[in-house]
């Protein structure tokens, strides 16, 4: 699975960035996921736990960063406690999602381009790249779109507690060298909170988008729909609104193609581990 050209955000940027080794404290589960692959020479039935937890950890510090407040520190059953539950269970099915695409890359290069089987030191040469690609490369592209999703998920709760007083919304970019074509060309659109235009183009509109959005009484104009300039790059996966659907990564991430439904299931049953063990 190739997400480099993926992962470069709509402003032509590569975010990404490849560290010598991963991190000291994945190292040596890492090699143990690969060896237990090569010893089997086939696909787990599970998730690896502890890598998928390495990735749960990264991914819902970014999004509690970015929201600005901690799931533990929540009143019950508030609008903000119900967005982070349901952005937490995302994390933990993302991640495992994740952790399976890693181990269905290891299990693939068991063999080389010939079909034959490799040795083991060409496995575990080809399985450090993989994990390499997972740990360092990909993961920081995908913890920056945590964050995002985090802050936007917070404004959603926001827009959604204020709309009756604020009920129109304004497409906020960051103008500078760095903006997308994407964005650019949205900035200053303002839409009801309810319209469906916010259904796609509410942020984050791609990896690496700082864009926002800011709430208006209704004195403020409204863009008519032909004076909208569509944005005609947009990546297909990020036309959703995540906030409003409570969710961290798009659901059509290539993480997600051909996933097991019991891989999702796996992940939830994690959450359900790790939050036991938080009430004990």
């Known amino acids: 699975m190739q997400l480099d050209e993926l992962y470069t955000c709509g402003c032509g940027h590569d975010h990404n960035k490849l560290d010598a080794k991963p991190p000291k404290n994945i190292q040596a589960d890492l090699v143990k996921m690969a060896e237990s692959i090569w010893k089997t020479k086939g696909i787990p039935s599970n998730?690896?736990?502890?890598?998928?937890?390495?990735?749960?950890?990264?991914?819902?510090?970014?999004?509690?960063k970015g929201y600005g407040e901690v799931l533990s520190g929540i009143e019950y059953d508030t609008p903000d406690?119900?967005?982070?539950?349901?952005?937490?269970?995302?994390?933990?099915?993302?991640?495992?999602?994740?952790?399976?695409?890693?181990?269905?890359?290891?299990?693939?290069?068991?063999?080389n381009e010939d079909g034959n089987l490799r040795t083991k030191k060409e496995y575990f040469d080809a399985a450090y790249a993989i994990n390499d690609e997972h740990v360092n490369t990909w993961l920081n592209t995908e913890r920056d779109t945590a964050i995002a999703s985090g802050q936007m998920a917070s404004?959603?709760?926001?827009?959604?507690?204020?709309?009756?007083?604020?009920?129109?919304?304004?497409?906020?970019?960051?103008?500078?060298?760095?903006?997308?074509?994407?964005?650019?060309?949205?900035?200053?659109?303002?839409?009801?909170?309810?319209?469906?235009?916010?259904?796609?183009?509410?942020?984050?509109?791609?990896?690496g988008c700082r864009s926002t959005a800011r709430s208006h009484?209704?004195?403020?104009?409204?863009?008519?729909?032909?004076?909208?300039?569509?944005?005609?790059?947009?990546?297909?996966?990020?036309?959703?609104?995540?906030?409003?659907?409570?969710?961290?990564?798009?659901?059509?991430?290539?993480?997600?193609?051909g996933l097991p439904e019991d891989i999702k299931t796996q992940g939830y049953n994690l959450l359900k581990e790790d939050t036991k063990e938080e009430d004990e």
């Open 155 to 207: 404004k959603w709760v926001d827009i959604e507690a204020d709309s009756d007083t604020l009920p129109l919304l304004e497409f906020d970019a960051i103008m500078d060298e760095r903006t997308s074509a994407i964005c650019s060309s949205l900035n200053g659109v303002v839409r009801p909170v309810e319209d469906d235009f916010w259904n796609i183009y509410y942020p984050p509109n791609h990896f």
């Open 47 to 64: 998730i690896n736990n502890p890598v998928t937890r390495y990735y749960v950890d990264a991914f819902w510090k970014a999004v509690e």
């Open 81 to 111: 406690f119900n967005m982070l539950s349901h952005l937490q269970k995302n994390v933990y099915q993302f991640s495992a999602a994740k952790n399976y695409q890693q181990l269905k890359s290891l299990t693939q290069a068991l063999v």
């Open 217 to 257: 009484d209704s004195g403020k104009k409204v863009t008519l729909v032909n004076d909208i300039v569509y944005p005609d790059k947009m990546p297909e996966m990020f036309k959703v609104n995540l906030a409003k659907d409570r969710l961290v990564f798009p659901p059509k991430h290539p993480y997600w193609h």
